[in-house]
C-alpha cells in the first residue's frame, strides 16, 4: 500500500490560519450583537432621559398638580396660559373607544374565519391583503377620514361637525384591525387540532368549538393584541391631526372638535412655540403622558399574555 501524502508545509500554514479567522469571527460575532442590541437600549434611554428632563423643566414653570387635573388646555392664550392635560386625555380617550369598538368585532371576526372556516389557499390570499391596512401610511388614512367618512357620517349625523371624534376614531379602528385580526389569528391557531377534533366529536358545531373552545383557549393572546391595538391607537398622530381638528374639550361629546395628545405635539412641532417657553416645554410633557400610557399599556399585554396563557 502506498503511504498517504503528507501536507505540505504551506497547507499546514494555510489550515492553520483558516481556523484562526473562524476563531476569530466567532469571537467577534457576540462582541457585535450586543453592540447592536447595546445601541437600541442606549436610544431608548436616551429618549426617555430626554423627556424626563425637559418636562421637569416644563414642570418648573407650571405646577404639577394643574397640569395633571386642569380641565382647560389654552397654552397660545393671550391673557392666561392654561395647562391641564385633562382635555387632551379625553380626546385621545374618545378616539380610542370608537376605534376598539370598530376594530375588536372585526378583527375577531376576521380572525375566526382565518383560523377556523379558511381553506390554506384562501388564508394565503387573504391575510396578505389585509395586512396591506397596515402598510397603508396614516395620511392618506386622515385625508380618507376628512374627505371620505366624514362627509357621509354627515348624511346621517347632520349636526357632526367637519372636525369630530367618530370620523378619525372609525378610521384608527380599520387601520388597526390587521393587528388584532394577525396576532389573534396566530393566537387560535396555535391551539392543537386535538382539541377542535374532540369538541366536533362530542357533537359541537364548528361554530360553538371556535367560540366556545378555540376563543377561550387562545384568550391570552386574544386579549393581549386587543391591548397592544389600543396602544397603536392611543399613539396615532396624522389621522387625528387631519381629522379630530384642534379645539381640546374635557366634555362627552363626539360630534365637535377635539384634540389628542399626539396632535397637540404636531401643532406646537410647526414653529408655533418659541424655544424655552412654557409651550415649548410643554411637548415634553404631554409626550411624557403619552409615553407613560403606552408604556402601560404594553405591560397590561404582557401580563395578560401571562396571566391567562394557556399551556399545551
Given at each position: 500500500?502506498?503511504?498517504?501524502?503528507?501536507?505540505?508545509?504551506?497547507?499546514?500554514?494555510?489550515?492553520?490560519?483558516?481556523?484562526?479567522?473562524?476563531?476569530?469571527?466567532?469571537?467577534?460575532?457576540?462582541?457585535?450583537?450586543?453592540?447592536?442590541a447595546a445601541?437600541?437600549?442606549?436610544?431608548?434611554?436616551?429618549?426617555?432621559?430626554?423627556?424626563?428632563?425637559?418636562?421637569?423643566?416644563?414642570?418648573?414653570?407650571?405646577?404639577?398638580?394643574?397640569?395633571?387635573?386642569?380641565?382647560?388646555?389654552?397654552?397660545?392664550?393671550?391673557?392666561?396660559?392654561?395647562?391641564?392635560?385633562?382635555?387632551?386625555?379625553?380626546g385621545?380617550?374618545?378616539?380610542?373607544?370608537?376605534?376598539?369598538?370598530?376594530?375588536?368585532?372585526?378583527?375577531?371576526?376576521?380572525?375566526?374565519?382565518?383560523?377556523?372556516?379558511?381553506?390554506?389557499?384562501?388564508?394565503?390570499?387573504?391575510?396578505?391583503?389585509?395586512?396591506?391596512?397596515?402598510?397603508?401610511?396614516?395620511?392618506?388614512?386622515?385625508?380618507?377620514?376628512?374627505?371620505?367618512?366624514?362627509?357621509?357620517?354627515?348624511?346621517?349625523?347632520p349636526?357632526?361637525k367637519?372636525f369630530?371624534?367618530i370620523?378619525?376614531?372609525?378610521?384608527?379602528g380599520?387601520?388597526?384591525?390587521?393587528?388584532?385580526?394577525?396576532?389573534?389569528?396566530?393566537?387560535?391557531?396555535?391551539?392543537?387540532?386535538?382539541?377542535?377534533?374532540?369538541?366536533?366529536?362530542?357533537?359541537?358545531?364548528?361554530?360553538?368549538?371556535?367560540?366556545?373552545?378555540?376563543?377561550?383557549?387562545?384568550?391570552?393572546g386574544?386579549?393581549?393584541?386587543?391591548?397592544?391595538?389600543?396602544?397603536?391607537?392611543?399613539?396615532?398622530?396624522?389621522?387625528?391631526?387631519?381629522?379630530?381638528?384642534?379645539?381640546?374639550?374635557?366634555?362627552?361629546?363626539?360630534?365637535?372638535?377635539?384634540?389628542?395628545?399626539?396632535?397637540?405635539?404636531?401643532?406646537v412641532?410647526?414653529?408655533?412655540?418659541?424655544?424655552?417657553?412654557?409651550?415649548?416645554?410643554?411637548?415634553?410633557?404631554?409626550?411624557?403622558?403619552?409615553?407613560?400610557?403606552t408604556?402601560l399599556?404594553?405591560?397590561?399585554?404582557?401580563?395578560?399574555s401571562?396571566?391567562?396563557?394557556?399551556?399545551?
Open positions: 500500500m502506498m503511504a498517504q501524502a503528507r501536507p505540505s508545509v504551506q497547507e499546514l500554514i494555510a489550515q492553520k490560519s483558516s481556523k484562526g479567522r473562524k476563531k476569530a469571527i466567532e469571537k467577534a460575532i457576540p462582541i457585535i450583537l450586543f453592540m447592536i445601541i437600541s437600549v442606549l436610544t431608548t434611554i436616551g429618549i426617555v432621559v430626554t423627556l424626563i428632563f425637559e418636562t421637569v423643566t416644563f414642570f418648573t414653570q407650571v405646577p404639577f398638580l394643574s397640569f395633571l387635573f386642569g380641565t382647560e388646555w389654552l397654552p397660545f392664550s393671550n391673557t392666561e396660559a392654561r395647562f391641564g392635560i385633562l382635555p387632551l386625555i379625553v385621545t380617550l374618545k378616539v380610542t373607544v370608537i376605534a376598539v369598538v370598530v376594530a375588536v368585532p372585526l378583527g375577531l371576526a376576521s380572525a375566526i374565519y382565518l383560523s377556523e372556516y379558511a381553506s390554506d389557499t384562501a388564508r394565503r390570499i387573504i391575510k396578505p391583503i389585509l395586512e396591506v391596512l397596515a402598510g397603508v401610511p396614516t395620511i392618506v388614512y386622515g385625508f380618507f377620514a376628512l374627505t371620505f367618512v366624514t362627509p357621509v357620517l354627515q348624511q346621517f349625523i349636526e357632526l367637519i369630530n371624534a370620523s378619525p376614531g372609525i378610521v384608527v380599520i387601520m388597526i384591525i390587521p393587528m388584532i385580526a394577525s396576532l389573534s389569528e396566530d393566537a387560535m391557531s396555535a391551539v392543537p387540532n386535538s382539541i377542535r377534533e374532540g369538541a366536533l366529536g362530542m357533537g359541537s358545531t364548528k361554530l360553538e368549538v371556535a367560540i366556545k373552545i378555540v376563543l377561550p383557549a387562545a384568550l391570552s386574544i386579549l393581549a393584541s386587543i391591548v397592544l391595538a389600543m396602544s397603536r391607537a392611543i399613539g396615532e398622530t396624522m389621522i387625528v391631526s387631519l381629522a379630530a381638528g384642534s379645539t381640546p374639550r374635557f366634555d362627552a361629546n363626539f360630534t365637535d372638535s377635539i384634540q389628542t395628545m399626539t396632535a397637540y405635539i404636531v401643532q412641532s410647526t414653529g408655533d412655540a418659541g424655544y424655552g417657553t412654557p409651550i415649548y416645554y410643554s411637548i415634553y410633557a404631554v409626550g411624557f403622558t403619552l409615553f407613560l400610557f408604556l399599556m404594553n405591560l397590561l399585554a404582557q401580563r395578560i401571562k396571566r391567562f396563557r394557556e399551556e399545551y
